[in-house]
C-alpha cells in the first residue's frame, strides 16, 4: 500500500492548492483518511483509493507529476 497525504494529493488533482485540496478532501464522497499522523495533524489516504475516486468524480482530470514514476 502506497500513501498520500495533502501535498500529494493536490498533485494528483492536477496542481491544484493545499487549500482547493482540502475542500476536496472534505466532500462527502472523498475516502476518508486511513490514519492520522504526526500528533493528529496529518491525514494519511491509500494511493489507490484516491486514484479510483479521481477516476469516479474528476475523469477529465490530467494526471499528476508522479504518476509516470509507478
Request: hydrophobic content about 35%; proline content about 9%.
Given at each position: 500500500m502506497r500513501l498520500v497525504?495533502?501535498?500529494?494529493?493536490?498533485?494528483m488533482l492536477g496542481g491544484v492548492s493545499r487549500t482547493r485540496a482540502?475542500?476536496?478532501?472534505n466532500r462527502p464522497t472523498f475516502p476518508p483518511p486511513?490514519?492520522?499522523v504526526a500528533?493528529?495533524?496529518?491525514r494519511v489516504w491509500?494511493?489507490?483509493?484516491v486514484e479510483?475516486?479521481?477516476r469516479q468524480y474528476?475523469?477529465?482530470?490530467?494526471?499528476g507529476a508522479d504518476d509516470d514514476e509507478r
Amino acid at each position: 500500500m502506497r500513501l498520500v497525504a495533502l501535498s500529494d494529493i493536490a498533485d494528483m488533482l492536477g496542481g491544484v492548492s493545499r487549500t482547493r485540496a482540502t475542500e476536496i478532501t472534505n466532500r462527502p464522497t472523498f475516502p476518508p483518511p486511513i490514519d492520522t499522523v504526526a500528533s493528529g495533524k496529518v491525514r494519511v489516504w491509500d494511493r489507490a483509493t484516491v486514484e479510483a475516486w479521481i477516476r469516479q468524480y474528476r475523469p477529465n482530470q490530467p494526471r499528476g507529476a508522479d504518476d509516470d514514476e509507478r
